[in-house]
């Protein structure tokens, strides 16, 4: 791999652990805030249709910002939060999301980290700090491990390229973070 690429495949790495898992059970149609949701007319709809349909929920419900899903179908809270303008601890995000419950894909919330995961994602946290990004946030158990709506510093000029480069040197931490999954 290319030393251009390797920031790239760390942060692919960092969106993963942060998105790649659901409560919901595979095929369910229900959503990972809880059992059942899922309603029986999205249940028909393949998971990109979904998500459309969801999208188009957030906006008709305050949130104006939010996105598509990507090509592939794929919408997570992680995404949202660090891919656009929305901010999901607002009042109004909040209120769009219980409206639009039925229609939230599976896995749009991700997952709670246990323990042992929680502990590594500080240590992550930890190790990034100490590779130059002094405001790097400690990651909440069910919160995204990178959250760049957290960091000030990362808007900043060079902000990018410090984080890069802070996420590649602890990416030993990230793939332990990945084999404890």
Known sequence: MTGKLRPLAALAMV????AGCSNAPAGSGGTAAGPGGGSSAAAGNTAREQAVKFSECMRDNGVRDFPDPDASGELTIDGVANDSSVNPD???FKQAAGACKDLQPAGF????RNATEQKTALEFARCVRDNGVKDFPDPTPDGPLIDTNRIPSAAGNGGMSRLN???K?????IAD????Q
């Open 109 to 112: 919330t991700g997952h709670k």
């Open 177 to 180: 973070l990945l084999r404890g």
């Open 169 to 173: 040197a602890c990416g030993h931490l």
């Open 165 to 167: 480069a802070a996420t």
């Open 15 to 18: 969106a993963l652990i942060g």
């Open 90 to 92: 607002t009042a109004a």
